[in-house]
T-cell receptor, first 119, second 114 residues
Framework: EAQVTQNPRYLITVTGKKLTVTCSQN?????MSWYRQDPGLGLRQIYY???????DKGDVPEGYKVSRKEKRNFPLILESPSPNQTSLYFC??????????????????FGEGSRLTVL | DQQVKQNSPSLSVQEGRISILNCDYT??????FLWYKKYPAEGPTFLIS?????DKNEDGRFTVFLNKSAKHLSLHIVPSQPGDSAVYFC?????????????FGKGTKLSVKP
């Protein structure tokens, strides 16, 4: 089954304690991205990766790190979490092919989300 | 500056009637538009998309209309069903550009009442 898997799904932590949210996709997608969803703000992009070893900042990258050592994995790292990083996080992937059309609907496949609370 | 705007945070319609969700964008370079649906405790799922070379795309009960001159798109759901109750995100991208990232609106919560 094609899917994007995030772990953990729920986490409560304290300020300053480093944590990693893992993301793995089994669709051989080139493009992967992290979003956070906050009330009234919708989905905001944190970081994205066009391919292995290629990452770039999204709209709200402060306080986050990512790495893309393998095609299937794209972990999100919070080196020193703060309460303003309390949010619902989504990992997503897509083929990343820019051909329009056919072959690319631009569709992103999302994971089920990771709810993070930083006390 | 918001490049993709969904100005209605919520919408309530009666089952069987039409739901119209609106989205405006500011970046004239956007050439691909998508709608995603999100249920509570789940990730967003792709619903329907439209390329800027078209002005309408239809998939079953869902139709997306694109008005490039007005920089406006809308999602029509006919007939609306209670299972359509969800948050709907509009998204846009300049896939011909250098990044091809999706920019999302803030979402509209649709409630379909039986």
């Amino acid at each position: 089954e094609a899917q994007v898997t995030q772990n953990p799904r729920y986490l409560i932590t304290v300020t300053g304690k480093k944590l990693t949210v893992t993301c793995s996709q089994n669709m051989n997608h080139e493009y992967m991205s992290w979003y956070r969803q906050d009330p009234g703000l919708g989905l905001r992009q944190i970081y994205y990766s066009m391919n292995v070893e290629v990452t770039d900042k999204g709209d709200v990258p402060e306080g986050y790190k990512v790495s893309r050592k393998e095609k299937r994995n794209f972990p999100l790292i919070l080196e020193s979490p703060s309460p303003n990083q309390t949010s619902l996080y989504f990992c997503a992937s897509s083929r990343g092919d820019r051909t329009i059309p056919p072959g690319n609907t631009g569709e992103l496949f999302f994971g089920e989300g990771s709810r993070l609370t930083v006390l | 500056d918001q490049q993709v705007k969904q100005n209605s945070p919520s919408l309530s319609v009666q089952e069987g009637r039409i739901s119209i969700l609106n989205c405006d964008y500011t970046n004239s370079m956007f050439d691909y538009f998508l709608w995603y649906k999100k249920y509570p405790a789940e990730g967003p799922t792709f619903l329907i998309s439209i390329s800027s070379i078209k002005d309408k795309n239809e998939d079953g009960r869902f139709t997306v209309f694109l008005n490039k001159s007005a920089k406006h798109l809308s999602l029509h759901i006919v007939p609306s069903q209670p299972g359509d109750s969800a948050v709907y995100f509009c998204a846009a991208s300049d896939y011909g550009g250098s990044q091809g990232n999706l920019i999302f609106g803030k979402g509209t919560k649709l409630s379909v009442k039986p």
